[in-house]
DNA sequence: CCCTGATTCGC
DNA sequence: GCGAATCAGG
């Protein structure tokens, strides 16, 4: 692909919206973050706000035989900023499921297992508040939109439609979010002797 | 590990 | 001019 016009159009466009190199090299396609964050400088609109920027020069691998940069380059910032409309999303995306029902008890169907779910642990009680808060901005994903960084832990009943992953952004290798690993990851040491 | 932008430099 | 590779930070 090459930078024609439109393209070049389209992601000044949303380079000045703030969206990010790699959310804009995925809308034009054909493209990757580098490149874009590439042509974003060679159209000379990098600083987003504005600002010297240039303090010092990296030296990395190796001195530059780099000449000093002679050039008084006026940067032409015709950047009056005001960004009043937020403009209209491309994709609708994401499952409109707000709903909830109100009188969701604690229903325990003929489900087996459950794995995690925090039964009656004595787990801190700051982190089960927690998942609490969290579970309301979890993102319900079902089983198909689970990907290898998204929270895993299950909600709900699956014998239910009640039934969804938290799908936040899972702590660094772990399966869960932060929230969650926090009630699924337990120091033995808190629920050593349990003997029955 | 994921992500971000910044820079360099061979093409 | 282009953008992969690399850096640097979060």
């Not at 490149?35 to 920027?53: E, M, Q, Y």
């Not at 990395?60 to 380059?73: N, R, S, V, W």
């Not at 499921?97 to 039964?119: C, D, E, F, T, Y």
């Not at 960084?149 to 952004?169: E, H, N, Q, Y």
């Amino acid at each position: 692909m090459s930078w024609t016009d439109e393209r070049v159009e389209l992601l000044k466009k949303m380079w000045g919206e703030g969206q990010s190199a790699s959310q804009i090299a995925k809308e034009l396609g054909g493209v990757t973050r580098n490149a874009v964050i590439g042509k974003v400088h060679r159209l000379g609109l990098s600083n987003r706000s504005s600002g010297p920027a240039k303090p010092e020069p990296k030296a990395k691998t190796a001195a530059k035989p780099e000449a000093a940069k002679p050039k008084p380059k006026v940067e032409a910032k015709p950047k009056p900023a005001a960004k009043p409309e937020p403009v209209a999303e491309e994709k609708p995306a994401e499952a409109p499921k707000p709903v909830m029902s109100p009188a969701r008890a604690k229903i325990i169907p003929a489900g087996q297992p459950l794995p995690p779910q925090p039964s009656a642990n004595e787990i801190p009680a700051e982190a089960l508040a927690k998942v609490s808060e969290v579970e309301k901005k979890a993102k319900k994903l079902n089983l198909m939109e689970l990907t290898e960084r998204t929270c895993k832990w299950p909600v709900g009943d699956p014998a239910t439609d009640d039934f969804w992953f938290c799908g936040l952004p899972v702590q660094q290798g772990k399966p869960y979010c932060e929230a969650h690993v926090g009630v699924a990851f337990q120091p033995m040491s808190s629920r050593r002797d349990r003997k029955r």
